[in-house]
């Protein structure tokens, strides 16, 4: 058996669809590093093996070249580290919106530039937060594999920050609304908080529209707004014509009425 056909045995009986290059070293001990390299150098070429980062590999059945798919979750937990799956790619997956985005999201506090990596024909987004940004994150199950991914109240501030990531603000304020359909916010206050003065600003103005809070949490979120400068509510619209809301120091430039139209349809 030739060192190809030897490691393509071992990695299909391995039965994960990840390897690094430590695993596959540890199953064919008997090869030495430099055939390994040499190896998984030729099957990346035959679409084989799709390298994933540095010595990171997703394993590709036989016959599977062309056409092979995985979980989009899982590939991006092995792109980068700390992670978690987030922005619109989160906001779908807990069933806040019904909009499927073409882009897999995924956050982190790791020191890279804010870029995008395509793997199979799907698109991997990369967005990182400082530290401070950085929380919120729980685990789920996909493909028998445990997942980071922003819990459902970080999922909605972190959209209020950076609208740009999860269709704009239309998005979010649906995702507001379904959340408040089947939850008691614990958290979201709080969150909006540790993640500043224009997420408190545009949250409590589309709670507010959207009638699904209480006094109580209105009144807290505007305790917490304590810096008088203007914020926009829609970064992706200009700010011209917008109409100033004293309350929430917020600049306004979507008609509310166009804010709430999917309500009635």
Request: proline residues 3%; positive net charge.
């Amino acid at each position: 058996m030739s060192s190809k056909d030897n490691i393509l045995a071992q990695l299909n009986r391995g039965g994960k669809e990840i390897y690094t290059f430590t695993e596959i070293r540890s199953i064919v001990n008997d090869l030495s590093q430099g055939t390994v390299r040499k190896v998984l150098s030729e099957l990346s070429k035959e679409n084989r093996l799709i390298r994933l980062k540095r010595e990171v590999y997703l394993y590709v059945p036989e016959g599977y070249q062309e056409n092979w798919t995985a979980s989009n979750f899982w590939i991006g937990a092995n792109l980068v580290q700390p992670y978690a799956v987030s922005f619109w790619s989160a906001l779908n997956h807990w069933g806040l919106t019904e909009q499927l985005p073409k882009r897999t999201y995924i956050q982190t506090n790791k020191g890279i530039v804010n870029y995008s990596k395509n793997i199979l024909g799907s698109e991997y987004q990369f967005i990182r937060l400082n530290s401070k940004r950085f929380f919120g994150i729980t685990q789920i199950w996909v493909a028998n594999h445990q997942v980071n991914i922003t819990d459902q109240e970080k999922t909605l501030v972190d959209c209020l920050a950076f609208p740009a990531y999860c269709g704009g603000i239309s998005e979010v304020i649906k995702g507001l609304y379904n959340f408040y359909q089947t939850n008691q916010s614990k958290n979201l206050i709080d969150y909006a908080n540790k993640m500043g003065q224009p997420v408190l600003k545009r949250l409590g103005y589309l709670l507010e529209i959207l009638e699904v809070s209480n006094k109580e949490e209105l009144d807290k979120i505007k305790s917490f707004i304590t810096n008088p400068n203007p914020v926009v509510l829609e970064p992706l619209l200009p700010a011209e014509n917008s109409q100033w809301n004293s309350k929430w120091k917020l600049n306004v430039n979507i008609v509310k009425e166009d804010l709430l139209n999917w309500k009635t349809t």
